[in-house]
């Protein structure tokens, strides 16, 4: 038996007055995949940064490689061969890839910085990874998938012998997955050993040595991935009952024949993305499926007036809309839930309580007045925490304090408090828990059945089969079919049906 690359030993850990991490035991073998799983909120992140000396413990041990360690800060977890990618992006969005990769440690020839040996340096590290692009682009023009790659390419690149990931499959499409997963083992042959944090559980069975499950803030086990399966890890995730957490299709009840909510008509987004035509009927759940890049996302965003369309009409209610920004798309009555939701979707520096209002704010005001009516915005913002089960000690919390999963389901509330007429959601579940998302696809289903019409992007094909009434698949910025969920048997069909162009 390998032994222990790292461990952490009796780790407590608080908040203020809230307890967050209580004695937790936690222990890396040389080598291994280890998941970490829990609900959101549960601790995971935290631990991890407690490891990389971004928090710092109130009590506990750590050793690495048997010898005690005080890791204060990123630096000190550097020197330990410690290396994180955040569930939160941290690049900077206005640098290259290559000035990224080199932040902090930027290579240097005579006393100045080396752009060229920094550009070619990164290029190979890239390539090593199969990732051909050029390291001149910036950030912000790449896709949140892209972005996440760039990350493990910056962490890799520093020779850690610890690497934590923190969700990183959360905004990558399939087939990025499966490129990641293959740097994952091609980095265990190395020797690395690997912290692998996810909500996925065919992920976690996958990709997996073992496993520590936590569940508010305690550990529950620890054990190897073949003493367990999908149903132990549910059950020791939610305490108890699983088969309530399990979503299964069911045939839902609208007039697949009726009127038309949203018509769009040979919508032409760029060269590539046009002739882009379907309808929604009201109380419908259409479904997109496609691979990254396939101009899902666009549609989505050129719907909502973040993308100008070059050409095509748009109706809604049986009305030509002209939608040139999204305060145009919000009046008119869409709402996104966009991809990217801590980029878009977020203004972190404020309360949970004022990003729940933010869309709904003209519905608050009291009579005539600008003043909006605190009553009804804390019971607005109340009711969200409540419906969506977000975990947090008060509405007035800082939301860049709330765990990764519980700011996604902040941002989900506050769309739902529109009250549109047509929702879009872009991957919505990425991120969140098992039960969270029950709750999220049972709050599409009800909101279809009071008429209205939803669009939903999603990679997980188990997602679009368990929610959608029809779905339709791109390719290559094309619209390549359109399937009544209930004419799919399996999802392996759907999986042939996406690459087919
Ligand atoms: N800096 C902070 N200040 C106050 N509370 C915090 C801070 N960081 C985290 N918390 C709280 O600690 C708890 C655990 O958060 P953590 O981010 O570790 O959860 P997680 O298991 O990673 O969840 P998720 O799956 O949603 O990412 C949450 O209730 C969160 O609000
Ligand atoms: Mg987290």
């Given at each position: 038996m390998s032994k222990a690359i790292l461990e952490m030993k009796g780790i407590n850990k608080s908040f203020g007055s809230v307890s967050v991490l209580e004695n937790v035991d936690f222990s890396l073998k040389e080598g291994e995949v280890h998941a970490l799983?829990?609900?959101?909120?549960?601790g995971k992140s935290t631990l991890m940064k407690i490891m990389t000396g971004v928090y710092s413990l109130d009590s506990g041990e750590v050793f690495i490689n048997g010898g005690k360690k005080n890791i204060q800060n990123t630096k000190d977890a550097k020197e330990n061969g410690i290396a994180m990618i955040f569930q939160e992006l941290s690049l900077v969005p206005t640098m290259s890839i290559a000035e990224n990769i080199f932040l902090g440690e930027e290579l240097t020839r005579n006393?100045?910085?080396?752009?060229?040996?920094?550009?070619?340096?990164?290029?190979?590290?890239?390539?090593?990874?199969?990732?051909?692009?050029?390291?001149?682009?910036?950030?912000?023009?790449?896709?949140?998938?892209?972005?996440?790659?760039?990350?493990?390419?910056?962490?890799?690149?520093?020779?850690?012998?610890?690497?934590?990931?923190?969700?990183?499959?959360?905004?990558?499409?399939?087939?990025?997955?499966?490129?990641?997963?293959?740097?994952?083992?091609?980095?265990?042959?190395?020797?690395?050993?690997?912290?692998y944090i996810s909500h996925r559980m065919n992920e976690i069975l996958s990709i997996s040595d073992s496993v520590t499950i936590l569940r508010d803030g305690k550990k529950v086990i620890t054990d190897k991935i073949e003493n367990m399966d999908l149903d132990k890890i549910i059950s020791h995730l939610v305490g108890g009952e699983t088969s309530q957490r399990k979503f299964e299709w069911v045939e839902r009840e609208y007039d697949a024949?009726?009127?038309?909510?949203?018509?769009?008509?040979?919508?032409k987004i760029n060269e590539k993305i046009q002739n882009i035509s379907f309808g929604l009927t009201k109380g419908e759940i259409l479904?997109?499926?496609?691979?990254?890049?396939?101009?899902?996302?666009?549609?989505?965003?050129?719907?909502?007036?973040?993308?100008?369309?070059?050409?095509g009409t748009v109706e809604l209610m049986g009305k030509v809309v002209n939608i040139k920004n999204s305060e145009d798309a919000i009046k008119s009555g869409f709402a996104l839930i966009p991809e990217d939701r801590r980029r878009q979707g977020l203004v972190?520096?404020?309360?949970?309580?004022?990003?729940?209002?933010?869309?709904?704010?003209?519905?608050?005001?009291?009579g005539r007045t600008h003043l909006i009516s605190e009553k009804a915005s804390n019971e607005l913002a109340k009711n969200d925490i409540k419906k969506l089960n977000i975990k947090t000690d008060s509405i007035h919390k800082k939301i860049n304090l709330l765990s990764g999963g519980n700011q996604q389901k902040v941002v989900i509330a506050k769309w739902l408090n529109?009250?549109?007429?047509?929702?879009?959601?872009?991957?919505?579940?990425?991120?969140?828990?098992?039960?969270?998302?029950?709750?999220?696809?049972?709050?599409?289903?009800?909101?279809?059945?009071?008429?209205?019409?939803?669009?939903?992007?999603?990679?997980?094909?188990?997602?679009?089969?368990?929610?959608?009434d029809r779905i339709i698949t791109m390719f290559d910025g094309k619209i390549t079919a359109s399937i009544?969920?209930?004419?799919?048997?399996?999802?392996?069909?759907?999986?042939?049906?996406?690459q087919r162009n």
């Open positions: 799983v829990g609900g959101n909120g549960a006393g100045f910085r080396d752009v060229a040996a920094m550009k070619k340096k990164s290029k190979e590290i890239l390539n090593e990874l199969g990732i051909f692009i050029n390291p001149e682009l910036k950030v912000n023009q790449l896709s949140v998938g892209m972005s996440q790659m760039i990350e493990i390419a910056k962490a890799i690149s520093k020779n850690a012998k610890i690497l934590i990931l923190d969700e990183p499959t959360a905004s990558l499409s399939d087939s990025e997955t499966v490129q990641l997963f293959r740097i994952i083992k091609q980095l265990k042959e190395n020797g690395v050993s690997m912290v024949d009726g009127d038309l909510i949203l018509k769009v008509d040979n919508l479904g997109i499926a496609g691979l990254m890049g396939s101009g899902r996302t666009e549609i989505l965003e050129t719907l909502f007036g973040i993308r100008r369309k070059l050409g972190l520096g404020h309360s949970v309580k004022s990003n729940a209002i933010l869309p709904y704010l003209r519905k608050l005001l009291v529109m009250n549109p007429k047509v929702m879009m959601l872009d991957e919505p579940t990425a991120g969140v828990d098992i039960g969270a998302k029950t709750e999220i696809i049972e709050i599409i289903r009800n909101f279809a059945d009071e008429g209205k019409g939803v669009i939903l992007v999603s990679s997980e094909l188990t997602e679009l089969l368990s929610v959608c009544l969920r209930k004419n799919i048997n399996s999802e392996e069909e759907l999986q042939n049906a996406v």
